[in-house]
């Protein structure tokens, strides 16, 4: 157990004697508590007689795991065992991350989330209610610990690109926290998932009686706004210092509330910010095979949402850096929405997407778009499945050698493409990346290992940095800090592979990197609180949470 783990256990109250320890997940050992513990603690018969080692009930844990039939149930089973004992639920994800993933977040999380009234077991985190406007300081202040570092919330609205499933998209801020703490070691302890409940439109969970939220339309506008303002200015005072993390918010909100709160409290939007900062440094890593710079480039987005944004945001980012003015480096980057191509002649656009409407002749499809713009890269952000087609991806590929594909729309039911369908449509030559996981694809003999752009490389890392320094603000420069860092990280015999990521094995390594990198922009930006050490690596690795178990006997 690291100093961090240790200072923060010694300053919890401890369970009371007998059945409350194996109650507790945050202290619970089940079969590894040792003789001498059940002997103190009051357990003697209320165990099996025989001591097992963590090693042995990891064991016990991956047996039933890889049993399971479905994904689903797995999910039921890693998460039940989260909630009896969090230290053994760690150790069993840090040691099996790339296998656990993709179970306790994209793509099953977001079935679990459509299931979620239906699989519920134990309530974690806190439900606040567009009924407790007026009282929401009370209800956070029910939360047993003020102890919190990192809080991650969301209204349901936008689930992956499953759309609007109200509060049963509480999967989604515990699933984040999970990888906070598997990723980049955020001590459990301090990490609260919340849901704020402002009712839902989705008409079969409002008929559904295992519903676990309102049946009650979503609010919106002033009533909606008040509601946030609340909850924003009761958390600054609750958890004063906290890094507050919006998720899986509505369009017409999410835009909003990053530029109404970002100023006022250590805050960002995982979205807009961590998914633009993840898919650039996919993109850094792709110009390592394309050749040439970002300003040789043209970049096409299908999809104008949060995350197309967020990630054309980053790409300017780096263009200004090659020189561009950013009107310049705007005309580098172009978006498809439902309407078709984004143009200036178009009537009624809203702010964000003003930004990127450049002139040209409408076009009223992602082909014929395509087909006008000749991008470099195409980027699908969109949540529509499939769009992505034969002939589109022939057409790329037909005038680059090396066409960049990115087909980012989570879960994998909403992919625009296969990892196959990439390869084989580009005969190999395709750079690809997802934002769910697609196995490695053999194509005319070459192994081609896919890259996922999933935003645990990024909001873990700067999470972390961020903690430690305790900044005070998230940057956008942040943002693109951590992107750097993640390509840097990137090694030759990976590129070789056709990974654009590193692999999800070397993600505490990954993570550490980032948090060095964020922390070094909070001290350059004197956003920082938190006087800075002599060696900021090991000071930061000395926050990482480890999962061993601490002797209490």
């Not at 942040?478 to 070789?496: D, H, Q, S, W």
């Amino acid at each position: 157990m690291n100093t961090s783990q240790k200072s923060l256990n010694a300053g919890r109250a401890l369970p009371k004697q007998g059945i409350e320890w194996l109650h507790n997940p945050i202290f619970n050992k089940g079969t590894a508590f040792t003789d001498a513990e059940r002997d103190k603690l009051g357990l003697r018969g209320l165990l099996p007689p025989h001591v097992q080692s963590m090693e042995d009930q990891v064991q016990r844990v991956m047996n039933n795991f890889r049993n399971k039939t479905s994904d689903l149930e797995r999910y039921i089973q890693i998460v039940g065992l989260q909630d009896r004992n969090e230290t053994l639920f760690y150790r069993v994800v840090m040691d099996n991350l790339e296998e656990m993933m993709p179970i306790i977040y994209t793509p099953t999380v977001g079935k679990a989330c459509q299931e979620f009234g239906h699989i519920f077991r134990r309530s974690r985190g806190l439900y606040v209610s567009k009924h407790d406007r007026g009282n929401i300081r009370k209800v956070l202040e029910n939360w047993p610990t003020r102890d919190v570092k990192v809080i991650v919330v969301t209204d349901g609205e936008r689930i992956l690109g499953l759309g609007d499933l109200g509060a049963s998209g509480m999967g989604i801020p515990i699933g984040k926290l999970s990888l906070y703490t598997a990723c980049a070691g955020i001590h459990p302890t301090q990490c609260l998932p919340i849901t704020i409940d402002m009712g839902t439109n989705n008409e079969t969970f409002l008929k559904d009686p295992l519903y676990i939220g309102l049946r009650e339309k979503r609010i919106s506008g002033d009533a909606f706004d008040a509601v946030m303002e609340e909850f924003v200015a009761a958390v600054k005072v609750v958890f004063p210092g906290v890094l507050l993390q919006f998720e899986d918010f509505g369009n017409g909100n999410a835009f909003r509330m990053l530029e109404t709160y970002r100023d006022q409290l250590c805050t960002f939007n995982d979205d807009i910010q961590g998914t633009g900062s993840v898919a650039l440094a996919g993109v850094l890593s792709a110009l390592r095979l394309t050749g040439g710079k970002m300003c040789d480039h043209r970049v096409l987005m299908s999809g104008a949402g949060e995350a197309g944004m967020g990630i054309a945001d980053n790409i300017c980012a780096v263009l200004m850096e090659e020189g561009l003015p950013l009107a310049e480096a705007r005309k580098r980057i172009w978006f498809v929405d439902s309407k078709g191509l984004i143009v200036k002649s178009r009537e009624g656009l809203v702010e964000h997407k003003r930004h990127y409407a450049h002139d040209h002749a409408p076009c009223a499809d992602l082909l014929s778009a395509i087909k006008a713009i000749k991008p470099t890269m195409l980027v699908g952000v969109s949540g529509q499945p499939r769009t992505f087609t034969k002939e589109i991806v022939k057409f790329v590929a037909s005038y680059n050698n090396r066409p960049v594909i990115f087909a980012l729309s989570n879960p994998t039911s909403k992919a625009e493409c296969t990892a196959e369908e990439a390869y084989t449509w580009t005969d190999g030559r395709g750079i690809f990346a997802s934002g769910s996981p697609f196995a490695p694809v053999t194509y005319q003999g070459k192994t081609h290992v896919p890259g996922q752009g999933n935003n645990a490389y990024i909001f873990p890392g700067v999470g972390l940095g961020v903690v430690a320094t305790g900044a005070t603000r998230v940057t956008d420069a942040m943002f693109v800090t951590a992107a750097k860092a993640l390509a840097g990280l990137l090694r030759e015999e990976e590129l070789a592979e056709g990974r654009i990521y590193p692999s999800l094995k070397r993600i505490h390594e990954v993570s550490l990197k980032i948090a060095v990198a964020v922390a070094e922009e909070a001290y350059k930006s004197q956003l920082a609180t938190v006087a800075r050490p002599a060696d900021l690596t090991e000071f930061i690795r000395g926050h990482m949470f480890k999962p061993e178990y601490p002797s209490y006997a």
